[in-house]
């Protein structure tokens, strides 16, 4: 028997895990990420809804829809981490655990990756942990859940 969904967001650019900047993001795919987190979610009794989206009004309609439909989110808000005040405020309307997630270690890059709108409402934050940190978030999320 399930525990219920946790969402899973991810932002722009992220369609293009294994093909872009390996050398920071990586050989897996998003596809990758996404099979390991489903197996994961499986084991832990979780349903997994896994999206992606470059579309900002996207990932926020989602967040909205997750009220109904999910008791956590966990998010890679990619390029929007840094300039998204839009996804902050919808994840402000949303009641269940919030977990941040990075593949690279944002505070070892440029100085604008170092503040994240999305942090002020994420109950943790995975970072620099290449892809394993999905696998990280679910775990967490699911101590969050009981």
Same mark, same amino acid.
């Given at each position: 028997?399930?525990?219920?969904?946790?969402?899973?967001?991810?932002?722009?650019?992220?369609?293009? +895990?294994?093909?872009?900047?390996?050398?920071?993001?990586?050989?897996?795919?998003?596809?990758?990420?996404?099979?390991?987190?489903?197996?994961?979610?499986?084991? +832990?009794?979780?349903?997994?809804?896994?999206?992606? @989206?470059?579309?900002?009004?996207?990932?926020?309609?989602?967040?909205?829809?997750?009220?109904?439909?999910?008791?956590?989110?966990?998010?890679?808000?990619?390029?929007?981490?840094?300039?998204?005040?839009?996804?902050?405020?919808?994840?402000?309307?949303?009641?269940?655990?919030?977990?941040?997630?990075?593949? @690279?270690?944002?505070?070892?890059?440029?100085?604008?990756?170092?503040?994240?709108?999305? @942090?002020?409402?994420?109950?943790?934050?995975?970072?620099?942990?290449?892809?394993?940190?999905?696998? +990280?978030?679910?775990?967490?999320?699911?101590?969050?859940?009981?």
């Amino acid at each position: 028997m399930s525990s219920g969904t946790i969402l899973v967001l991810n932002g722009p650019n992220l369609n293009l +895990l294994g093909q872009r900047q390996p050398e920071i993001y990586g050989a897996e795919t998003l596809a990758d990420v996404e099979a390991a987190c489903r197996t994961l979610a499986a084991e +832990l009794g979780f349903d997994l809804a896994f999206r992606q @989206s470059n579309r900002e009004y996207e990932l926020i309609d989602w967040i909205h829809d997750a009220r109904e439909t999910a008791r956590a989110i966990v998010i890679n808000p990619a390029a929007f981490t840094h300039t998204s005040v839009a996804i902050l405020d919808a994840l402000n309307t949303f009641e269940g655990p919030v977990i941040e997630v990075h593949i @690279s270690n944002v505070h070892q890059r440029e100085a604008f990756r170092h503040h994240s709108y999305v @942090s002020q409402r994420a109950d943790g934050i995975v970072v620099g942990c290449g892809t394993q940190g999905y696998e +990280l978030a679910l775990q967490r999320v699911a101590r969050l859940l009981g």
